[in-house]
């Protein structure tokens, strides 16, 4: 199933637009100023940092040149390969295939989060990024290292979205509110194997779904929950399998793929793509 791809491409192809738009306007700017004056006054911060990726890294091809915004694009293109991977193992297993359908969320969430991308970059490529979608009265401030982005919908409604990235740990989370109510929490740290996330919805004190995440060098899991229970934040020190504490979950290790099916039967088989 290509639509989790074709979703994640979706959000890089906004954010490259965006991003490209700012670093040109940014260029603009600095030429026609005075050499001596270093003010950046109205452009966001350049935090960019050497990297360690070799130039056929996928994440290297979509750097805005943004600490923050790489690190965020990073982990949502592993997450968007590892659920491409269990939906198209899911696919092409007979007697699985409508179970990849539970996977959709997984993807479809990170368009909520849209904000998120944008992340150090400034008003101006907020605001650009986020028009390309039919927003209006875009709002974006920024307190060290938590970003604060508002805007209103097409159809009306208020989004807030308000975010903390810790550069030290490689870990972000974030909340966006619909009409001050309804929303998304969350969440991903960098650890010693990979990735651990978590997310979940709730429409004012209801929880109606909780993704938990891991992605290591071998694959990773995917947890789902439709219990309304509140998780606790993530840590840092959760397992390679802790999304298997959920009644449904999908797992790659190499070429082997275990899980547990949305009726509780287990799942097992050996997929190569």
């Known amino acids: 199933m290509k639509k989790i791809a074709f979703i994640t491409m979706a959000l890089f192809l906004i954010i490259s637009l965006t991003s490209c738009a700012f670093t040109k306007n940014e260029s603009i700017s600095q030429t026609n100023s005075d050499p001596s004056n270093s003010s950046t006054t109205n452009s966001a911060p350049n935090n960019s940092s050497p990297t360690n990726s070799s130039p056929d890294d996928e994440s ?17 293109e592993a997450k968007s390969e590892l659920s491409t991977v269990l939906t198209e193992a899911l696919s092409s297993n007979p007697g699985t295939e409508l179970e990849s359908l539970s996977l959709l969320s997984v993807a479809m969430i990170d368009l909520a989060i849209l904000p998120a991308s944008f992340m150090g970059l400034g008003q101006e490529a907020a605001e650009a990024g986020l028009n390309f979608i039919g927003a209006a009265d875009v709002q974006y401030s920024e307190n060290g290292n938590q970003y604060t982005i508002s805007y209103k919908t097409d159809e009306g409604d208020e989004i807030v979205f308000t975010g903390e990235y810790d550069d030290t740990s490689d870990s972000f989370s974030c909340k966006v509110v619909t009409n001050e109510q309804d929303g998304v929490n969350y969440e991903y740290r960098k650890t010693s194997f990979g990735y651990i996330g978590q997310i979940y919805s709730f429409e004012g004190d209801t929880v109606t779904e909780t993704i938990q995440i891991v992605i290591h060098d071998n694959g990773g899991v995917i947890g789902l929950s439709s219990e309304d229970v509140k998780p606790s934040n993530l ?17 790659i290790d190499g070429t082997t793929f275990t899980g547990v099916a949305s009726d509780g039967e287990d799942i097992s088989f050996e997929y190569e793509p």
């Open 60 to 76: 290297e091809e979509t750097s805005t040149g943004n600490v923050v915004t790489d690190a965020y694009i990073a982990y949502i």
């Open 235 to 251: 840590t840092g020190n959760e397992t390679k399998d802790f999304p298997k504490s959920n009644s449904q979950w999908y797992s």
